[in-house]
């Protein structure tokens, strides 16, 4: 066996295999080590905790950080009850067979694909103006909610689906009620894949510019409620980037706060995972 | 007791068994042997309904369980899932911990004492076996058991809701040949106190373990019962030629 693999085809294939995957290691590498060799040495105590002074160039990002776990607070709260029940509808046996189910299916397929900045200015028009919350917290995280919930929602799907067909049978076969065998015994199995769902929507929505400038706006001061504006991470680091000349230190800074911040969630779960896994 | 008169299930059209006219009386076990796809498995969802859950079953003839019809008005779905329990090839403990997997239906179904939980926990663990290896272990995973223990604590869940009757869908044949044998000793103690219909791959463990067998066969792609009677004498007297060959291993 071992000699068959050293045909010329099989050196090619080898090659072109490993130079894939290492240039994707290289490329990840090079924009960690950018960013982060650019913005690391100005984050400090000091910039963590301190307001912004002089739109940015000097001071912290503190307000803009509470504004942000405020913004996925909000967008989590809305996405994940709605998301899990979407999910369990969708991967039921004989409800997820139905037309409304391929019509759920599709319409998350098409709003999956939607660029983000529409999605801002659907959240400016009906959550800002509609429902009258104004550019506030609660309006971007509701509109992050919407960008977020196709990506979770399929996700959160599958990993219900697979939990194995023996234990719905199992369940059914002792007359448990639907109520029961979704939460207590389906659902407990899915957590992993749930919670692979959740980072990947965390994710996107830390990410998120163009959807919060229409929503929650970019005022830089300590958010009092979910009814005042706030600025998130990203769009600070746009808005330093773009529109503040000098800004630039700064925005390095802020998006290696914003890196940090994405590695760690990553990590965290990662662990819960994994530990949720060895118990089983 | 169950008896199917005239007993046909299909699937979106497609018929899986037809015409299955089978008695089993109180307290007997019956194996179910014959080749894959032959609509044995089929046979034993249609007798508790859970032939329900297939979008587009359908269920003509009759099925008498207890002299009631299953799909009587009077009794609902999970009464009669409660009156017959069903063990699975692969065991399929819940990812909770071994007491919570005996009590969760319990509870479901009205249970709320917890000394009378207790008690019936303790009574079927005993009951299969199980009680001396896992008295200590009680709070921990389900999972982490052995398959043979697994299983015998499926079994044990099922007992937990007093059913009359034991649908068995080949029970030991995920489970390697020292479990398989103390879960057959199981089967085999459960003669007088239910009704087994045990579906079975195992033509040795049929003929070891049954009252009665019944042969089922693919007759122009559809399931049917083609040899029914005493275990010995299907065995030693095949009706059919189909049955005596596939019992010499040169068909199925």
């Known amino acids: 066996m071992q000699q068959k693999l050293n045909t010329f085809s099989g050196i090619v294939f080898a090659v072109y295999v490993w130079t894939c995957a290492l240039a994707f290691c290289a490329i990840a590498g090079l924009l960690l080590y950018s960013v982060v060799s650019a913005g690391v040495t100005q984050v400090n105590w000091a910039f963590l905790t301190q307001e912004p002074i002089d739109s940015g160039r000097d001071g912290g990002i503190a307000p803009i950080i509470l504004s942000t776990v405020l913004i996925i607070g909000v967008c989590l709260l809305a996405t994940v009850p709605l998301g899990v029940g979407t999910a369990i509808f969708l991967a039921d046996r004989i409800s997820g067979k139905s037309k409304l189910a391929i019509g759920i299916r599709t319409a998350l397929d098409v709003l999956g694909g939607v660029p983000s900045i529409i999605f801002g200015l659907f959240g400016n028009a009906f959550f800002c103006i509609a429902l009258g919350m104004g550019y506030s917290i609660l309006s971007g995280g509701l509109t992050l909610a919407c960008m977020v919930l196709p990506i979770f929602v399929r996700v959160a799907e599958s990993a219900i689906r697979n939990v194995a067909v023996d234990h719905y049978r199992a369940a059914m076969a002792l007359a448990l009620s639907k109520w029961t065998t979704t939460f207590r015994v389906i659902l407990p199995r899915a957590i992993p894949g749930l919670l692979a769902a959740l980072t990947l929507g965390i994710a996107r929505a830390l990410a998120e510019t163009a959807a919060l400038i229409f929503t929650s706006g970019y005022v830089t001061r300590f958010p009092e409620s979910l009814n005042d504006s706030g600025r998130s991470l990203s769009v600070h680091i746009y808005d330093l980037a773009l529109n503040v000349t000098g800004g630039n230190d700064r925005a390095f800074a802020t998006a290696s706060v914003l890196v940090i911040l994405l590695l760690l969630i990553n990590v965290v779960t990662h662990f819960v995972t994994r530990k949720l896994l060895r118990q089983s | ?252």
Not at chain 2, 41 to 58: E, Q
Request: net charge neutral; hydrophobic share 40%; proline share 4%.
């Open chain 2, 1 to 252: 007791m169950i008896e199917t008169k005239q007993l046909s299930v299909a699937y979106a059209g497609k018929s899986v068994i037809r015409d299955v006219s089978l008695k089993v009386d109180q307290g007997e076990i019956l194996a179910i042997v014959g080749p894959s796809g032959c609509g044995k498995s089929s046979f034993l969802a249609a007798i508790n309904r859970l032939t329900d859950l297939v979008p587009g079953a359908s269920i003509t003839g009759q099925v008498l369980v207890d002299c009631c019809d299953i799909r009587s008005t009077t009794r609902t779905p999970v009464e009669l899932r409660k009156c017959a329990g069903m063990i699975f090839q692969k065991p399929n403990p819940f990812e909770m911990s071994i007491r919570k997997n005996i009590q969760l239906p319990l509870r479901e179904h009205g249970v709320r004492s917890k000394s009378e939980l207790d008690r019936i926990t303790e009574e079927v663990l005993q009951k299969v076996g199980l009680w001396s290896e896992v008295q200590d272990r009680l709070n921990q995973s389900a999972t982490q058991l052995s398959g043979g223990q697994q299983q015998r604590l499926c079994i044990a869940r099922a007992m937990a809701l007093r059913p009359q009757i034991m649908l068995m869908d080949e029970p030991c044949s995920a489970l390697d040949p020292i479990s398989s044998s103390t879960v057959e000793a199981l089967i085999e103690s459960m003669r007088g106190e239910f009704t087994v219909v045990i579906v079975t791959h195992n033509l040795a463990q049929a003929r070891r373990i049954s009252d009665r067998t019944a042969v089922f066969w693919l007759v122009d792609g559809v399931g049917q019962l083609i040899a029914e009677g005493e275990t010995k004498q299907v065995f030693e007297n095949p009706q059919s030629e189909v049955a005596a060959a596939y019992f010499s291993g040169l068909k199925g």
